[in-house]
C-alpha cells in the first residue's frame, strides 16, 4: 500500500468539494482512495448533517448503519492529528478499528471536544469547496432522525484528480 499525493473531488448536487489526502496517513488515505475509484462513494448522500459541527457521508446504504461487505481499517491517529475546520476524518463507531467508508468533514475545530483528536482519523483537507460543505451544514434536517436532511445532498461522483 502506498500512497501518493492525491486530490479527490467530491461532485455533489450542491457544488463540488476538493480533498487533498494526507500522505502521513496511508491507510486511512489509501483506503478513501481505493472506494472512491471503486465508485463506492458515487450517489450516495451525506446521511448526517449538524450545523456547526460537521457533515458525514460515505454509508452506501444511506443508513448511517454502513454496509458490512466494506472492511473496516486500523485506526491512524498519530500526534498530528487535528479535527480542525475543513478537515476531513473517518466516522466509526466508539470501538477502535472500526471506521470503514462513511466520513465526516469538520464544518469547524472539533479537536476542542474532549477526546475527538485522540479518536478519529484526519486522513485529508479540503481545498477547494468549503463554502459548499458550509451550504450542505446549514440544510434543514430532521432531529428525530439522526440529522437526516429533509431533501437529499447527493455525491453524484468521487473522483480521484491526481
Known amino acids: 500500500m502506498s ?6 473531488v467530491l461532485q455533489t448536487n450542491k457544488g463540488n468539494i ?6 502521513d ?5 489509501w483506503n478513501f ?7 463506492i462513494y458515487d450517489n450516495t448522500i451525506f446521511h448526517r448533517v449538524i450545523a456547526d ?3 458525514q457521508g460515505g454509508d452506501p446504504t444511506g443508513t448511517g448503519y454502513g454496509d458490512d461487505s466494506i ?5 491512524e491517529i498519530g500526534c498530528n492529528n487535528r479535527n480542525k ?7 466509526k463507531t466508539c470501538e477502535p478499528d472500526s471506521a470503514s467508508s462513511q466520513f465526516f468533514i469538520n464544518v469547524v475545530d472539533n479537536g476542542r471536544m474532549p477526546g475527538f483528536d485522540a479518536t478519529y482519523s484526519v486522513f485529508g483537507e479540503v481545498i477547494d469547496g468549503m463554502v459548499v460543505v458550509d451550504e450542505i451544514s ?4 430532521d432531529k428525530s432522525n439522526n440529522d437526516r436532511p429533509l431533501q437529499n445532498v447527493t455525491i453524484l461522483k468521487a473522483s480521484v484528480l491526481s
Open 138 to 141: 446549514k440544510v434543514a434536517t
Open 85 to 91: 475546520r475543513g478537515t476531513i476524518a473517518m466516522a
Open 33 to 39: 482512495r481505493r472506494l472512491v475509484e471503486k465508485g
Open 53 to 55: 459541527f460537521m457533515i
Open 18 to 23: 476538493v480533498i487533498q489526502l494526507r500522505i
Open 71 to 75: 472492511p473496516t481499517i486500523r485506526d
Open 3 to 8: 500512497v501518493q499525493p492525491a486530490k479527490v
Open 25 to 29: 496517513k496511508p491507510i486511512t488515505a
